[in-house]
């Protein structure tokens, strides 16, 4: 018999001390062998679906419904990226910003696990209420809750609100049978409205006691004003997605609106382009103002296309990725002026429950989440078969001329008495479908005016009402600054706004006689 004293040594053992919450995305659903999981699905899409569209409305409603105060609550998930500025999960901050990064390197893929915990959370309610259909059907429902992805809202494609997110009800098939159930894709009330959380100095958005949306004077959302100028966009927001889907090829300007080195000709980037969706939809609502938007149930279906396109690109790009930059801005856990890079903690999201943080490395893959997109099948391909099958994705749903190939310019072919030149955007040049593209480059102050504001640009004659301008004839496109209602240090950001277009409208309608630079200037 050992000692009593060895006997001790030989059953003490260290035990972690848990002290995070752990982001895993979903595991139901996932191939473990071959990697396949479930896509997220447009919205749509998972509106035809049946039991899952079921399931989702229902858990959004429960996560709503959630206690303000509860740690894996509606309000207190959104509330990490901007106000009410405190510490979730234990991570302490220093600065008066939310945990969002902006005019980052690391925007895209600091999104990626923020998407994944709002999913896992909502997750969970779905396979909670899968469990209390009657037998009759409930299998389809545990079922459907294996496969539960979050949608996205492909305003490439459709650039209209969906009328699903502006219906005060929505008919779905519940546990007790069909209901019209109140749609919680409308708005979050808040519950209480915290004076606190949301100071009165941040002005009139810190006194809505429900998320709205291009609020008029007295506060009621206006989804037809919305709408008229997401429709005068949506040639530009087409535009601007596929070029920089098949032009931009480095990763750091393709990230952010911040970025100021070897940008070339491309001002674009995937956060210029999510900037004005939050602006068009937004405009004086939540949407529209950094600190305040993640309160909107839209956020959440547009930031999941964000990291759909996201994820295209890195389909189709996969030697790219985060370098080292310096933010000019920071964010709560981040000093203005510190350097960001691929090992920066992606706060206040851990990967496991002994405090580690995400990094741009341990989130560079969707698979790290359990989920994909249509457009990205990752498993059973090499990365050269996966681009080439992403890019004929992309081709066959941004690109009207079905080309996906590099810029060239040859003007011989460009005069109208060839006949009119009615395929748009693109105008083609040559056999080789070779076209000349025109487009304005940005650089803007992003705290010139203190808050959100709005540059349009326009080809030919407009109406000089300001109120006119969003949803004008001639408007070329609509270039938003997505900022707070306070202002910052002076730094520049880019954008790109596509006139090809436009153009191609004027030359057509006999006023122009090409597209030459001597015709356009």
Known sequence: MLPLHRWLTAIVVTVPTVIAFQVTGISNGVDPTSGARPSRQELSTLQKSGAPFDLYIQALQKFEADDQSDFLSYYEIAGIHGRPYKAWDGVGGSYETGYCTHSSIIFPPWHRPYLALYEQVLSNYVSQIAETYPDSNRAQYQQAAVNFRIPYWDWAINATLPALVTEATVNINTPNGQQSVTNPLVSYIFNPL?????????????????????????GNSQPGLINAQLQANAGSLHDRTYLLLSQQTDYAPFSNKGYTDSRGQTFDSIESIHDTIHALVGNGGHMGIVPYSAFDPVFWLHHCQIDRLFAIWQAINPDSYVTSEVTTYGTFTNAPGST??????????????????????????????????????????????????????????????????????NSRIMRRDNGPLNIVPHVRMNQDGAYREWYVNLRVDRFALGESFFIHFFVGPFDDTELAWSADPALAGSWANFAGPSSGPAATIYGQIPLTRKLTEVYNNGGIPDLEPESVT
């Open 194 to 218: 915290s004076s606190s959380d949301f100071p009165p100095e941040d002005g009139k958005i810190a006194s809505y006691h429900k998320t709205v949306r291009y609020p008029d004077r007295n």
């Open 340 to 409: 960001e890079d691929v090992n920066t903690p992606l706060t206040p999201f851990h990967s496991d429950n002994a405090g580690t943080m995400y990094t741009s490395v341990t989130a560079q893959s969707t698979r790290t989440f359990g989920y994909t997109y249509p457009e990205v099948q990752d498993w059973g391909v090499t990365p050269d078969q996966l681009a080439n099958n992403t890019r004929a994705a992309v081709k066959q749903l941004y690109d009207p001329n079905s080309q996906f190939t590099s810029r060239s310019f």
